[in-house]
């Protein structure tokens, strides 16, 4: 059987949800890779049971679980050998994890030393007629759409978090196989050693991990607007994002920008005001659960994924719409 593995990322001792997302991919692929199975590749130490089996239940047919107190913390010497030992052992087909800071460290160290190729921050996969991984990415700037085949095996991926939704949990009995793998791992493998962790809170909380997102585009006119699509936010409890034009233009700084070449959300509520559409950033929000649009092109192309659309002028509807949530609330 041919195995896709998804490399399930751990972090502070649980699996995090990215590798939910993960799964979806690698079923996919799965349907279209004839005799193929989707692993899962856990590394840690103490990892709950429940963790394990959520994995299966979303998908996962086999799980690889490398369990030992010197890989409680990411560290990218022993985590890769790890990963290359069990490569080498059960020959997986395709490997794809998550572009997070662990998948970017890990997978280039790994490639390198598998001598295989890896395509980096992919928003599609595909398998073609011959079975080879066709890996998506923006290049140029985010301009183009780069489609990418690697010869050599296994073929690895680094696949751009919130870029699909997590797989479901498919059945409560679902039935898949555990593999404790044991790895003689000695003090030599660990050349770095982890001294303290300081979270950057410098930014406040990414876009990425908020519940609603209100962003603006172009047609809010001008940058002194902007303070419409902050006030927005802040009374719908939600974080602040832009379109690549308004970033551009100095309207908002880049770490808001939503889109291919910035960031990929799927929030349960996005909120664009006064954005066009262009496909750039589309593919950087279309997964979110609930997308309302307001823009006074009926045309728009963010009519074509919202699942409310509103002809209107953004500067004269959101200010009133402001005004009735300011009075709801007060009113609590």
Wanted: glycine residues 10%.
């Amino acid at each position: 059987m041919k195995e896709i593995w998804i490399y399930a990322e751990a972090r502070g001792g649980r699996v995090n949800e990215v590798a939910h997302e993960l799964l979806t991919r690698a079923l996919d692929l799965k349907e279209k890779l004839d005799n193929s199975i989707v692993s899962a590749v856990l590394i840690g130490h103490d990892i709950p049971d429940e963790d394990k089996q959520e994995l299966i239940q979303r998908g996962a047919d086999k799980l690889y679980y490398v369990d030992d107190p010197k890989l409680k913390d990411f560290l990218v010497e022993p985590y890769s050998k790890v990963l290359i030992q069990l490569v080498k052992e059960y020959t997986p087909e395709i490997i794809i994890a998550p572009a997070t800071t662990q998948g970017r460290t890990l997978m280039p160290y790994t490639a390198v030393r598998l001598r295989t190729g890896l395509t980096a921050d992919c928003t599609g996969l595909d398998i073609d007629e011959e079975g080879n991984l066709l890996q998506t990415r923006p290049a140029i700037g985010g301009n183009i759409m780069a489609t990418i085949k690697t010869a050599t095996r296994p073929q690895m991926s680094t696949v751009r978090p919130h870029s699909t939704r997590p797989a479901p949990i498919m059945d409560g009995q679902r039935q898949g196989e555990i593999i404790n793998v044991k790895m003689q791992l000695t003090q030599d493998d660990l050349p770095t050693a982890r001294l303290d962790f300081i979270k950057d809170e410098t930014q406040g909380g990414t876009i990425q991990d908020a519940d609603v997102i209100v962003s603006g585009g172009r047609g809010l006119g001008k940058a002194d607007n902007f303070k419409i699509v902050y006030k927005l936010a802040e009374l719908l409890g939600g974080a602040v994002g832009g379109s690549r034009d308004v970033v551009d233009r100095g309207w908002i700084g880049y770490p808001h920008q939503v889109g291919l070449s910035g960031k990929t959300v799927n929030p349960k509520l996005y909120i664009a005001l006064g954005i066009s559409g262009a496909i750039q950033h589309l593919a950087g929000m279309q997964t979110s659960d609930t997308i309302i649009a307001v823009n006074k092109d009926p045309d728009a192309q963010i009519f074509r994924v919202s699942d409310l659309g509103i002809v209107a002028d953004v500067t004269e509807l959101v200010p009133a719409l402001i005004e009735k949530l300011e009075v709801a609330k007060s009113e609590v």
